[in-house]
């Protein structure tokens, strides 16, 4: 049966290495004007801190950034099921959407549905936690998501770094160890 709870990062920069036997996934989502577009990231890692895939995803941005948070966090959840992985930490930015998404209540704003849409898919998973992070903590997803405002579709990176993430990477890991 799966699991959810909640965490809130307190430091800014404070970068955490899932559970052993976990993998992390952090997103984000970034809108823009001139011309109008929605970036969506995802970076998923190991217990060691190491890349194991990524997505970068451009799009049509929704009316206000915790719709687009919410999209970002429900494009996470498939890739993290599509590359098979059972016991994920899933890290957000938005302290809204994070707070209901491990909450056992339904949510009842316009995005209660999609929140409870995404609730369901977690049966997917054998243990799911949600954590918020503040947005210094979020440099790789967030980089990674203002590269999507160049591209149309997807791109996918498979046991690489994406190259538009590799410096926060680095101090990513710099910090972990």
Not at 31 to 39: D, E, M, R, Y
Not at 76 to 99: K, Y
């Amino acid at each position: 049966m799966p699991s959810s709870s909640y965490t809130r990062e307190c430091a800014p920069n404070n970068v955490a290495a899932p559970p052993s036997d976990f993998y992390k996934s952090n997103f984000d989502a970034a809108s823009f004007t001139n011309p109008s577009a929605l970036g969506i990231s995802v970076i998923i890692r190991n217990d060691n801190g190491e890349v194991v895939a990524a997505l970068s995803a451009g799009g049509c941005p929704a009316l206000d950034s915790d719709e687009n948070e919410t999209t970002g966090c429900c494009k996470a959840i498939l890739f993290v099921m599509d590359v098979v992985f059972r016991e994920v930490v899933i890290e957000g930015d938005n302290v809204v959407i994070m707070r209901s998404l491990s909450s056992l209540e339904r949510h009842s704003s316009r995005l209660g549905n999609i929140i409870q849409d995404i609730k369901l898919s977690l049966k997917e998973f054998r243990c799911s936690i949600f954590r918020h992070i503040r947005h210094e903590a979020n440099t790789m997803a967030h980089s990674l998501a203002h590269y999507a405002r160049h591209i149309v579709d997807v791109l996918v990176w498979l046991e690489d770094s994406p190259p538009p993430t590799k410096e926060a990477l680095y101090s990513a890991l710099a910090h972990l160890h």
